[in-house]
């Protein structure tokens, strides 16, 4: 038997793995070939804002493409773009929004790297060569091309390349529920905002020139911060005359029930980086905005910005991040993730009860759920124990899509499921994503599904 004609040809994400085949989307839910249903409760990974099948973004994505479907961006610009543009400014807080200038990428990866330069240009024109190191949080996320994984702090997925990886520097998180300093919250003082003080304070050389930070943690911890940390962040960037980068990959664009996920804390960025929410999905699609203070700083002195991507500002992308940004405008949609958070989170609220649910935290349809093995002391699941796979593996046979992660507690024990369900979800749908959720932990906790160790929740 010619063995090489049965291997699929497609590189999966996991070997071993089963993956049924997604044939079709509407609303919040998608359908397999086999004719199964599934809530998308987790938009993909926090991608899907505006549902599955809107045929007015699939229809202005086919409008462009038969009009002019690329031109590189060294040649042209689009009309597209310019718009898409302008929408986005307009989105950012403080002066940035007459007067920050937006760049576009493939995804938020991109949009990391492209900041990781700019932010190097900057202080390339400002004649301060000796400056190239930005620092950002351990327990943090920032994307997977070489650039983005070292200034992420994220443990396990660092490890396997940790010899490519630049050492940038990193500081505590500021994740409350597991505080590294061992305090609380308010009598801390957000102690964890002064870590990033004394890493500057130790900078003798000067060689920091920005620091970056998911105002909400996404996929690694999904913590939120507490009143006056963002604050201090940015007064402590003042102080130092250091840039401060604020990924909003996740969180961007409506995702935590507003338009940003610093509007919550009224801090403004020098940069802000975009991605999954920018396009919902329909097309791949990041973005950098720019404040005036870099943007002038290159048009100033060399004129350009070394770097670029073939597929940076696509008509087609663009386009559709266009439709998808007017449609959430014409539904108030970004209101609505706001409703349908809190109503998320008061039927999550209720999972407290049982003995392995540790935490619950979030902001807006952006929600996550932590479980311990030890309530008392927080302690986590041993990571062989595959709780939180586990759950996402049972709640998928349930129907249910959810975003399963490990190492929130240390960067590889710790487990949680990130909630982020398109902004369209209803209430009744709601019901059933935390109805699912109680089911699927109440069956493991029976002993359906045992880890390496036997032991069941």
């Not at 038969?66 to 989105?91: D, G, I, K, M, Y």
């Not at 700083?297 to 070394?306: D, H, I, K, V």
């Amino acid at each position: 038997m010619d063995t090489a004609a049965i291997i699929p040809a497609l590189f999966p994400r996991r070997f071993g793995r089963g993956y049924p085949v997604a044939v079709r989307g509407e609303g919040v839910y998608l359908y397999d070939a086999q004719g199964k249903k599934y809530l998308d409760a987790a938009g993909g990974a926090a991608v899907v804002t505006i549902g599955h099948g809107v045929n007015a973004v699939v229809e202005a994505m086919a409008k462009q493409a038969h009009a002019l479907a690329f031109v590189h961006s060294s040649q042209f610009h689009t009309a597209p773009a310019e718009e898409l543009a302008e929408h986005l400014r307009r989105l950012a807080p403080g002066p940035l929004a007459q007067t920050a200038r937006v760049y576009f990428t493939s995804g938020g990866s991109e949009a990391t790297e492209t900041a990781l330069k700019l932010v190097r240009q900057y202080w390339l024109e400002r004649d301060q060569p000796g400056r190239y190191r930005i620092l950002s949080r351990w327990q943090s996320y920032h994307g997977s091309t070489l650039g983005a994984l070292a200034l992420s702090g994220n443990q396990r997925r660092r490890r396997p390349y940790a010899p490519l990886l630049a050492e940038f520097g990193h500081i505590a998180p500021c994740y409350c529920y597991r505080c590294p300093l061992g305090l609380e919250f308010p009598s801390c003082g957000v102690a964890c905002a002064d870590e990033l003080e004394k890493a500057l304070a130790a900078d003798a050389e000067r060689s920091v020139a920005g620091f970056i930070l998911e105002p909400i943690v996404g996929a690694t911890t999904g913590a939120v911060p507490p009143e006056g940390y963002l604050q201090r962040i940015r007064e402590i960037c003042d102080r130092h005359d250091i840039l401060l980068i604020a990924d909003e990959i996740m969180t961007g664009l409506g995702r935590t029930g507003r338009a940003l996920a610093v509007d919550h804390w009224g801090v403004v960025p020098d940069l802000i980086l975009l991605g999954k929410g920018i396009a919902s999905g329909y097309a791949p699609l990041g973005a950098v905005v720019v404040a005036e203070k870099v943007w002038r700083a290159l048009e100033q002195g060399s004129g350009g910005f070394e770097h670029g991507y073939t597929y940076q500002a696509h008509p087609v992308s663009v386009a559709a991040g266009l439709a998808v940004q007017r449609y959430i405008a014409e539904r108030n949609l970004v209101e609505q993730c706001r409703r349908r958070g809190d109503s998320l989170a008061a039927r999550l609220e209720s999972l407290r009860e049982l003995p392995f649910v540790g935490d619950i935290r979030g902001k807006g349809l952006l929600q996550t759920v932590e479980f311990v093995a030890d309530k008392k002391t927080r302690a986590p699941f041993p990571p062989a124990e595959r709780i939180a796979e586990r759950l996402g593996e049972e709640l998928c046979a349930r129907g249910v899509l959810v975003y399963p992660m490990k190492g929130c507690a240390d960067g590889w024990a710790g487990d949680h499921l990130l909630l982020a369900p398109p902004f369209v979800i209803e209430e009744s749908e709601l019901d059933t994503i935390a109805s699912e959720l109680r089911r699927a932990l109440g069956s493991l906790r029976g002993g359906a599904g045992r880890g390496a160790h036997g032991a069941a929740l």
